[in-house]
C-alpha cells in the first residue's frame, strides 16, 4: 500500500520558517512534489524532485525562499520554507509520480498526501 505523510505545518508569522516532511512508503518514485492549494485556488506546483537525478524545480513565487532536500534511507522529502509571506497560506500537499510529465502538473501524479496546513499571518 502506498502511502504519503505529510507533517509540518503549523502557523508562523510573516517572515517566519516551516520545515515540512513528506514520508513515503510502499512506493519508489521517480519524482517527488510539493503542491499547495488555498481556499477558492487551483492547486499549483511549489517545488519538485527527480530523484535519480536530484534535479530540483521550485515555483517563481517561491524560489530563493523554500529549498528540498531529500533523506533516502528515511524515505523522507523535506521541503524548508524560509522568509513565509501571508500568501504562502495554503494547504500543502506532497505528491509522487513517476519520471513522465511536468513536476508542476498535479494531472501527472499518482499518489498523494493527505495534506498539512501552512498558515501565515502578517
Known amino acids: 500500500q502506498v502511502q504519503l505523510v505529510e507533517s509540518g505545518g503549523g502557523s508562523v508569522q510573516t517572515g517566519g520558517s516551516l520545515r515540512l516532511s513528506c514520508v513515503a512508503s510502499?512506493?519508489?518514485?521517480?519524482?517527488m512534489g510539493w503542491f499547495r492549494q488555498a481556499p477558492g485556488k487551483e492547486r499549483e506546483g511549489v517545488a519538485g524532485?527527480?530523484?535519480?537525478?536530484?534535479?530540483?524545480y521550485y515555483a517563481d513565487s517561491v524560489k530563493g525562499r523554500f529549498t528540498l532536500s531529500q533523506d533516502n534511507a528515511k524515505n523522507t522529502l523535506y521541503l524548508q520554507m524560509n522568509s513565509l509571506k501571508p500568501e504562502d497560506t495554503a494547504m500543502y500537499y506532497c505528491a509522487a509520480k513517476g519520471l513522465g510529465g511536468r513536476w508542476d502538473w498535479a494531472t501527472n501524479y499518482h499518489y498523494w498526501g493527505q495534506g498539512t496546513q501552512v498558515t501565515v499571518s502578517s
Open positions: 524532485l527527480y530523484i535519480g537525478s536530484g534535479d530540483t
Open positions: 510502499g512506493y519508489t518514485p521517480d519524482c
